[in-house]
């Protein structure tokens, strides 16, 4: 995963009030069935990707001629787009937005059946795969996620040893300790909020399910108050809020940097951030252009534990669909599965395999020592979340409310934290009774 994914998969969901009307849906035929025979697969296949950087050196081309061998009749050409929410959305009221997608944000769950072709029911691949009812409705699967990530935050472990930690925090309070510890005993920034470039601060709503241990955290999003006394995002939130009021990051949030950010955690400039397991590649390799050393980049999860045991949610990535106008559905599932199964695409990212029976990439190696118990969230309720989202404002996909809750914090916005988190929960709640959920 690079930045620009994450950004797409943290702010993606509030681009469904902006709408897609809708006119490019037209059915050729609903599924698109796994073909049996390699040998009879055929066709030219046009591949969306928001990936522009792997189209660009050339892995996409390495992938397809990998998959040829399999699949020799099918020639496969790709599309990198930059703006790729943007673009997509645009060409979806069209049919042609190319043989194989990732799913925008802005198409609504229950208008999948229009643009996608099936790839089989959920009883059925949910067996295989992780993520499958992220897109599944009415009982069929539009999409599979070729990769997944699960939150924590990376850290400088050189840093955290010089500070005296050993362990990692089993609770919020003990998690402040610590970022004190390093105040006081290092040169390190604590903690950094990549508050100026914004959506790292969405990271923290994938909190929500670690803190509880509870598969069912998102339909509990739909069901109830996010911010009530005891729930997951209060818990985040009021965390974020006393590692900010305690004055344990950068002197000035408005000038922080991403990009800068990566080699300052790699050289022990910055002792940690919360973001996601994708982005520990992406600080080893700060660290090898640093002339640091990759082996100080660790991972640990949020500070919490239920009858003694972290937990830490699955994530996907963008789940890759076959457009339900494509002539050439049998060559585009072929990509999907192949890319799925096949490619290695998950491991070359060190990121989570959609395949349950798979290892745990290296990255999450220490989660398995620790015995990190890893979630596959409910998302039954997901896209009823985002309509509650969208219709109260708050934002839980946008980095809006978490900007001011900083501001909270530091004393550049009045106000008590408390009242703040009730308003949100109102404006939740409120919004929740509307839609009638």
Known sequence: MNRRTVLALAVGAALLASGCTG???????ADADAPDDPAKVDGTITVLTHRTDLVQDGTMKKYAAEFNKTYPKVKVEFEGLTDYEGEVKIRMNTENYGDVLMIPAVIEKKDYPKF???LGTQAERSKKYRFTDYTAVDGK????????????????????QQAGITDWPTTPDEFLDDLK??????????YYTNFKDMWPLTQWTQANGSVSCDEQATTKLAEGDPWAEGADLRTADTLLYDIVHSDLIEKDPTTTNWEASKPRLAKGEIATMWLG????????????????????????????????????VTLPDYNQAVNVNSDHKAAARAWIDWFTDKSGYAD??????????????????????????????????GAEVKSIDNQSEVGIYKPDYRQELVDLARGARKGSLDDFLTGLGEKWT????????
């Open 141 to 160: 699967v539009y999409g599979q996620s070729p990769l997944g990530a699960v939150p924590g935050f990376i850290y400088n472990k050189k840093v955290w």
């Open 277 to 312: 397991s994708w982005a520990v590649i992406q600080m080893q390799g700060a660290a090898k252009q640093a002339g640091a050393d990759p082996d100080d980049i660790g991972f640990m999860p949020f500070p919490a534990q239920k009858n003694g045991t972290f937990c830490a």
């Open 181 to 190: 510890a390093i105040k006081s005993k290092t040169d390190a920034i604590p």
């Open 23 to 29: 006119t490019g849906g037209t059915s050729k035929g």
């Open 430 to 437: 409120e919004a929740r009774k509307n839609l009638g959920s």
């Open 348 to 381: 070359a990212n060190l990121a989570l395999s959609p395949l349950k029976d798979a290892p745990l990439p290296d990255v999450l190696k220490p989660y398995e020592e620790a015995g990190v118990k890893l979630l596959d969230l409910d998302d039954t309720k």
């Open 116 to 118: 996608f072709a099936s």
